[in-house]
């Protein structure tokens, strides 16, 4: 017996030790310097990870870049997103950049494409109550619109649209290939979605966000090329201003090693890249209840302003006769109408005045349409309704040289006074009225009035002494003579397809 325990004696011993054996093997394999990082980064599971990651080299390029001309806040921490203080109701400028390189994207080289911008919400919660908190908001102010366009600003946009349903967005075509700015304005401030407001709350912020698209197969601009957006805070005419002054004397009281902790301010602000906002477009573009036709093909389009700003009257719109001129007209049906309102950019009341023909709506008193839309809407439409136009700052009246016109330089200045030309025949003037004194607003109404595409009109030149041709500034405009007379021709321009206009 006592034989048998020495034996189970010796055989557990035995075990412990090739058990201890083992685990000194497993410490030694597992050691600290028996795998290096790398080693384990080059597991095929690793590799395959990491084979979807971009290289150095290889960073997205994003095809286009939004960047808007108002300073960045310096009391931003340096990893936060920036944060930009609007104005309500100024007009801020958005330049629309081509970021791509070259060969990137050739299938819209020579073609527009379609921006959506939106005034959206910041916070999640506000982004999920965002149809009440609109509709509130649009109880507050009938009539009035979160965001809208500058149009006379803006650079290069062409068939802008609102929708009267989406008051937060604006919409418009443009060529990347083309110098384009939109000019927006934001009508609400950030204290109106406040829960309390007692005085001194914080506003909430808001994004703005810009999505563009390209056409598809059948023409209409549903894919997606590019989202960017950044964060935003509206206050009051001047609040802007007062708050970056006072983030910038905070940061001035701040030690040099606190101030490395924030973000310098910046003069712009450019848009980081972002989801596409959910709403799809074609939802906005087919399902619109007004009745303005919706974006077509670009070579429908002759000019990048709408031609409702147009103080020309030789000029007519698309649309019927009843609303192609300035004042709608008593027999005018509820259609035209409806296109009277869009081109005088009284979008946000189509569907308020759907049932309402011309007649219906010239009985409407100044003190009804103020009660209706509001004290500026109602005395700006009561003004277009009675064709109460602004009297422009200067009038020109231009006539289009024939090219086979063979009269002399003095026989041309002589046909500004006698209106005749050396055949006899009566040269016929139209007029220009500017509102604007700078040289692009003589290119562009000429282009409307002349029916010349804007987009190919290179330089306005005046001819001088000599024959040469002096370069139209906007210092020459403003010496112009109210009610001058030019004689106007047209020159194939060098090395594009564009023309020059030479005024005589």
Known sequence: ????????????????????????????????????????????????EDSSLPLDGETEHPPFQYVMCAATSPAVKLHDETLT??????????????????GDMPEISGKLVKSIIRVVFHDRRLQYTEHQQLEGWKWNRPGDRLLDLDIPMSVGI??????????????????????????????????????????????????IQVDTFKQNENGEYTDHLHSASCQIKVFKPKGADRKQKTDREKMEKRTAHEKEKYQPSYD?????????????????????????????????????????NS????????????????????????????QWLLKNR????????????????????????????????????????????????????????????????????????ASENGSGAPYVYHAIYLEEMIASEVARKLAL??????HQ??????????????????????????ESCFLFSTVKAENSDGIHIILK
Request: negative net charge; aromatic residues 8%; proline residues 7%.
């Open 449 to 454: 009035v002349f029916n010349i595409p804007f």
């Open 268 to 308: 712009t602000t450019i848009l980081t890249e972002c989801s596409p906002w959910p709403d799809a477009p074609t939802a906005y573009v087919n399902n619109s209840p007004s009745p303005a036709p919706t974006f077509t093909s670009p070579q429908q389009s002759t000019c990048s302003v709408p031609d409702s």
């Open 311 to 338: 103080s020309s009257p030789n000029h007519q719109g698309d649309g019927a006769t009843q609303v192609s001129g300035e004042q709608i007209q008593p027999s005018a049906t509820i259609q035209e109408t409806q």
């Open 346 to 417: 009284f979008s946000s009341y189509t569907r308020l005045f759907s049932n309402f023909s011309g007649a219906d709506l010239l009985k409407l008193t100044k003190e009804d349409l103020v009660q209706i839309c509001g004290a500026a809407d109602g005395i700006r439409l009561y003004n277009s309704l009675k064709s109460r136009s602004v009297r422009p700052r200067l009038t020109i009246y231009v006539c289009r040289e024939q090219p086979s016109s063979t009269v002399l330089q003095g026989q041309q200045q002589a046909a500004g006074s």
């Open 457 to 482: 009109i290179n330089q306005v030149y005046r001819q001088g002494p000599t024959g040469i041709h002096i370069l139209v500034s906007d210092q020459m405009v403003q010496n112009f003579q109210d």
């Open 158 to 207: 062409i068939d802008t649209r609102t929708n009267p349903s989406q008051l937060n967005a604006v919409e418009f075509l443009w060529d990347p290939a083309k110098r384009t700015s939109a000019f927006i304005q934001v009508h609400c401030i950030s204290t109106e979605f406040t829960p309390r407001k007692h005085g001194g709350e914080k506003g909430v912020p808001f994004r």
């Open 85 to 102: 203080y609007l104005n309500q109701g100024q007009s801020y400028e958005i330049r629309m950049l081509d970021n791509r390189k070259m």
């Open 1 to 48: 017996m006592a034989w048998v325990l020495k034996m189970d004696e010796v055989i557990e011993s035995g075990l412990v030790h090739d058990f201890d054996a083992s685990l000194s093997g497993i410490g030694q394999e597992l050691g600290a310097g028996a795998y290096s990082m790398s080693d384990v980064l080059a597991l095929p599971i690793f590799k395959q």
